[in-house]
């Protein structure tokens, strides 16, 4: 039975994950993402493409399912447009977290680019609302039966709170789609789960495939002492991350340091949504790792004790701090705002913890040290410390290699692909 692959978004880059797979007659479609880095047509999938490919009246009738692997908006941030503006209205799978989590990045992300020059195809929070009345959440190793023909699974993925790899089945033909995941554990999350089984087609994310990065305490060194050298020399330390994920591993890592160390600097955060955020980690601790499982009875993680809410009106204190700030990868929000301010100084630090996408000021910072930054009209001098450190929740590709061989696949697929040519995995 032939199975065949669509790749709609992150074919060779990162950014708006969305390949639709025909198994046995059925077309899934897996991650329906945007590109963050883009404000143009480039900003969504390539929809009328595929609706074109298939001669199909409109995209109910094409598509049998539509599954969300995890929250990050490169995997959810067009399932709006696309079912409140392209008219999808077929069934869509996420796991109870992503499904819980998901309308607050989605509202995040679009309050932060509203406005935004090219942002008119934007979705509405309306829109986000009755989106999300359509999806049906999923447990990990439940057999969901989407039609007489079509079987999708869900497993642990690692990666963040919720995320899942997908393993979808029509009659003897099997696949699995990993969509973002992590062979190692980390601070909050286990290691990618899955059970030994017979595929035909293994599409598995491939950020970091041409790399095998650190061990982990020896990158949490290098965070700790980079953040600890600017602090120490009365510095300020921007931090952008989206306020799900590695926003609680690294508030995690600095409260236990700052707890030892006896520091007193203050440490703050600029999303409400992590308060709301916070809330939900506490409720989905059955997703975190053994380690916060067994002990959050006696002492919750999630309640830090040196991180608190930042006030706009502390942007001009003088001293020095640590700020985490929303959105990751500087495309605007608060941590554009703090960038613009705090950039222009050599006593401060700009970490930027994990990959960045082409097109935002994080991928301008990570592919060098610019003098300056041009945001649309705007000229921001560049005169602090920049540091890149690989916290991504991303397998490498060691992990890739592992699971590849754990697997066994009959056809292996890497998506995004990191080479300019098609590669198998071997």
């Known amino acids: 039975m032939a199975i065949e692959c669509l790749v709609l978004g992150a074919g060779q880059e990162v950014g708006k994950s969305c390949v639709v797979v025909t198994i046995g007659g059925k077309r899934v479609m897996f991650d329906c993402g945007m590109h963050m880095g883009y404000h143009d047509d480039r900003h969504y999938p390539d929809f009328a493409r595929a609706l074109a490919a298939w001669g199909a009246p409109d995209f109910t009738t094409a598509i049998s399912c539509v599954v969300i692997t995890h929250f990050h908006m490169d995997h959810i941030g067009a399932l709006p447009y696309f079912t409140e503006v392209c008219g999808y209205h077929g069934p869509i799978y996420m796991t109870y977290p992503t499904k819980a989590l998901a309308p607050f990045m989605l509202e995040d992300y679009r309050k932060v680019t509203m406005g935004q020059r090219g942002e008119e195809k934007q979705y509405s929070y309306e829109d986000i609302l009755r989106c999300m009345k359509k999806v049906t959440p999923m447990d990990l190793k439940q057999t969901v039966q989407v039609d007489k023909d079509l079987v999708i699974r869900a497993?642990?993925?690692?990666?963040?709170?919720?995320?899942?790899?997908?393993?979808?089945?029509?009659?003897?033909?099997?696949?699995?789609?990993?969509?973002?995941?992590?062979?190692?554990?980390?601070?909050?999350?286990?290691?990618?789960?899955?059970?030994?089984?017979?595929?035909?087609?293994?599409?598995?994310?491939?950020?970091?495939?041409?790399?095998?990065?650190?061990?982990?305490?020896a990158r949490e060194r290098e965070f700790l002492k980079a953040v600890h050298k600017c602090v120490s020399g009365g510095g300020?330390?921007?931090?952008?991350?989206?306020?799900?994920?590695?926003?609680?591993?690294?508030?995690?890592?600095?409260?236990?340091?700052?707890?030892?160390?006896?520091?007193?600097?203050?440490?703050?955060?600029s999303a409400g949504l992590t308060i709301?955020?916070?809330?939900?980690?506490?409720?989905?601790?059955?997703?975190?790792?053994?380690?916060?499982?067994?002990?959050?009875?006696?002492?919750?993680?999630?309640?830090?004790?040196?991180?608190?809410?930042?006030?706009?009106?502390?942007?001009?204190?003088?001293g020095p701090c640590v700020l985490f700030a929303t959105p990751g990868m500087i495309t605007g929000g608060f941590s554009l705002e703090a960038f613009?301010?705090?950039?222009?100084?050599?006593?401060?630090?700009?970490?930027?913890?994990?990959?960045?996408?082409?097109?935002?000021?994080?991928?301008?910072?990570?592919?060098?040290?610019?003098?300056?930054?041009?945001?649309?009209?705007?000229?921001?001098?560049?005169?602090c410390q920049i540091h890149q450190l690989a916290f991504s929740p991303h397998t490498d590709s060691k992990g890739i290699m592992d699971l590849t061989e754990f697997l066994s696949p009959k056809n292996g697929i890497m998506n995004p692909s990191p080479f300019r040519q098609p590669r198998t995995l071997k």
């Open 155 to 217: 497993y642990y993925a690692g990666h963040v709170i919720g995320a899942a790899m997908i393993y979808a089945k029509v009659g003897d033909a099997a696949m699995v789609y990993t969509g973002d995941y992590n062979m190692t554990p980390d601070r909050h999350l286990g290691a990618a789960q899955i059970d030994r089984l017979k595929l035909d087609v293994l599409i598995t994310e491939s950020t970091y495939a041409k790399s095998i990065r650190d061990s982990k305490p």
């Open 276 to 318: 709301q955020a916070n809330v939900y980690y506490k409720m989905l601790i059955g997703w975190t790792s053994q380690k916060i499982k067994d002990s959050h009875t006696v002492h919750n993680p999630f309640d830090f004790k040196h991180v608190c809410h930042f006030e706009r009106s502390f942007i001009n204190n003088p």
């Open 340 to 383: 613009k301010k705090w950039a222009p100084s050599e006593k401060n630090l700009v970490t930027l913890p994990g990959y960045c996408v082409s097109g935002t000021i994080g991928h301008k910072l990570m592919c060098g040290k610019p003098t300056r930054v041009d945001y649309e009209d705007t000229h921001i001098d560049v005169r």
């Open 236 to 269: 300020k330390v921007l931090i952008p991350t989206f306020a799900l994920g590695r926003a609680q591993e690294l508030c995690m890592l600095l409260d236990d340091y700052w707890e030892r160390m006896g520091l007193k600097v203050p440490i703050y955060f």
